[in-house]
């Protein structure tokens, strides 16, 4: 078949690769210039030498699909066990222990957190910073034509035999009301339409020659600030740099303030935590995570088109959790799936 991805994301790559590796065409589209979602690494600071993982901090392990995939990013040096040496602040002072936030061990990435979506990209054609308007649904009714056109925003148009949806529910919402009123999407669009995300600001922040903390991260509580992660630690010749990740409800409350503002404030919070040490940064950089954490998730590791002339399906880490495992384990049981029921679907080329 010929496979249409929507989203660069760890579910995307994850259902990209699985699939060409079983013979299928794929291709997917991305709308932003890189790929891995929230596993996203920021170059910043003197003459871009530091890499600061913005999105995703580190990451636990669940499912066995996902330890099997961690374990090959082991072997390959992309990521490293992480958490071992967390400090909490609880409001007035840094407390130099490790909370039990963690039922197994930690990872982070050892290149940046980017390099992981790079690894899974080779097994697949991706355009980047090319975004999908919409869907037009062929099914069984069409001539010459696959059973999906994808229609990109630059008048461009991409036929498929089958699509997945690898993004946030809310843009999966809104690609999918497209085509609403010509296949059954319906039951799949009131699913997802309950979805809701946390969303929070990650403030990027270097010293130069600082003297670099010995703990990995800080756990905050009674503050702006959910986490502090020690960007510096986890490449050799790094500078003093840390990602400052603030909570949901300092999110909200500056949402519409002006970026000065946010992040002031953020800097005053870190100042709280670690002393007057964080009063002048060298530099710093805000991003702000719309879809940073699905808060109200739906109890299925996918969802699906039940037409198997035109197959659609939903993958992503509102499914059944939270988390990268969740993401993964979503878009690697969906994968699973397709093969087994696509086997003798070969892609012939149409005229």
Not at 40 to 58: C, F, P, Q
Not at 60 to 80: A, H, M, Y
Not at 91 to 115: A, C, Q, R, V
Not at 338 to 349: M, T
Request: net charge neutral; aromatic share 10%.
């Amino acid at each position: 078949m010929v496979i249409g991805i929507i989203g660069a994301g760890i579910s995307g790559l994850t259902a990209g690769r699985m699939l060409a590796g079983a013979g299928h065409e794929v291709t997917i589209f991305e709308k932003s210039r890189g790929y891995g979602g929230r596993m996203a690494t920021r170059y910043a600071g003197k003459n871009l030498g530091s890499k600061m993982d913005h999105g995703l901090s580190n990451f636990e392990v669940k499912s066995d699909e996902f330890l099997e995939f961690t374990e090959e990013l082991l072997e390959k040096g992309l990521i490293q066990k992480w958490g071992r040496k967390f400090a909490s602040f609880d409001g007035d002072k840094l407390l130099e222990s490790t909370p039990n936030i963690s039922s197994g061990p930690l990872y982070t990435s050892t290149k940046g957190m980017n390099e992981i979506g790079k690894y899974l990209s080779r097994w697949v054609d991706i355009r980047t910073e090319t975004k999908v308007g919409g869907l037009t649904y062929f099914g069984t009714n069409r001539s010459k034509k696959r059973s999906w056109m994808i229609n990109l925003t630059s008048s461009e148009t991409f036929g498929a035999d089958a699509v997945i949806l690898a993004l946030p529910a809310p843009q999966a919402y809104g690609i999918l009301g497209m085509a609403r009123d010509e296949t059954n999407t319906l039951k799949i669009i009131r699913q997802i339409d309950e979805v809701s995300y946390k969303q929070t600001y990650s403030l990027m922040v270097g010293f130069d020659s600082q003297d670099v903390p010995e703990w990995e991260g800080v756990i905050c509580q009674n503050s702006a600030l959910e986490f502090i992660s020690n960007e510096a630690l986890k490449r050799e010749s790094q500078e003093c740099s840390f990602v400052l990740h603030a909570t949901e409800s300092f999110t909200k409350e500056y949402k519409n303030k002006n970026e000065e503002t946010v992040i002031r404030k953020m800097l005053d919070e870190f100042v709280k935590v670690v002393g007057d040490r964080a009063v002048s940064p060298k530099w710093n950089q805000l991003h702000f995570w719309r879809y940073s954490r699905a808060k109200k998730i739906i109890n299925s590791p996918y969802l699906e088109l039940e037409d198997e002339d035109a197959p659609l399906a939903l993958v992503g880490d509102f499914l059944q959790g939270n988390t990268v495992d969740d993401a993964y384990r979503s878009a690697h049981l969906l994968a699973t799936d397709w093969i087994k029921k696509f086997k003798n679907k070969v892609h012939i080329p149409i005229e």
